[in-house]
Every structure is written in C-alpha cells, then in structure tokens.
C-alpha cells in the first residue's frame, strides 16, 4: 500500500514563494502521473497540476499557471510543487495525489498539507 505524505505548508505574505514536497513510500511505486489537488474552506476541491512520471509532461489549472511548477525526482518517488507571486485566493488544504490509470481519478491522496495566505 503506497502512502503520500506531503511537507512544506505553512503561513506565508501575500507575493511570498512556497514549496511543497510528496513522498511515496510504502510499496513499488510507478505512477503514470502524480499532482495537487487543493481545498479552500467552503470551496469545491480544484485541480493544481500533474505530472506525468515517465515524460515528465505537465498539465495546469488556469489559476496557478505562469505561477506554479511541478517537478518530480523519480529516483526518491518525490514531487515538488513550487508556488511564486501567492495571494489570498490560494489558501486552502493541498493535497498530493498519484494516479495509476489514465481515464481514472486518483488512486493515492496524501492526507494534505495547509497553506495559508495572508493578505
């Protein structure tokens, strides 16, 4: 059984940068792709970014694109997702999820990890 353990949340100034950190652990590990997902209160679940294991190709949701960037580093099954110019709207509870199959959702979450934007 794979587990997501993400790091790296915390309270931060509006236009300050932030990164976030996912590891796997916990089995063989060979996603197709891994990525955020994030919540803000009262607020549907949103899509951040993903990225493809092998190829290392990304994907964005529109309001974080130009902003954040995903990486990955295969060899330590970990992710990274780098968050520059933050504002207020990006608040909310980010999740590292990993994905095993292409037309499905995820199939890990990690339990999520806070960020906090003050304006």
């Known amino acids: 059984q794979v587990q997501l353990v993400e790091s790296g949340g915390g309270l931060v100034q509006a236009g300050d940068s932030l990164r976030l950190s996912c590891v796997a652990s916990?089995?063989?590990?060979?996603?197709?792709?891994m990525g955020w997902f994030r919540q803000a209160p009262g607020k549907e679940r949103e899509f951040v970014a993903s990225?493809?294991?092998?190829?290392?190709?990304?994907k964005y949701g529109n309001s974080v694109k130009g902003r954040f960037t995903i990486s990955r580093d295969n060899a330590k099954n970990t992710q990274f997702l780098q968050m520059n110019a933050l504002n207020s709207e990006d608040t909310g509870i980010y999740y590292c999820?990993?994905?095993?199959?292409?037309?499905?959702?995820?199939?890990?979450w990690g339990p999520g990890t806070q960020v906090t934007v003050s304006s």
């Open positions: 999820v990993a994905w095993t199959a292409v037309t499905a959702g995820p199939a890990s």
């Open positions: 916990g089995g063989t590990f060979y996603p197709i792709s």
């Open positions: 990225v493809t294991w092998g190829g290392g190709k990304t």
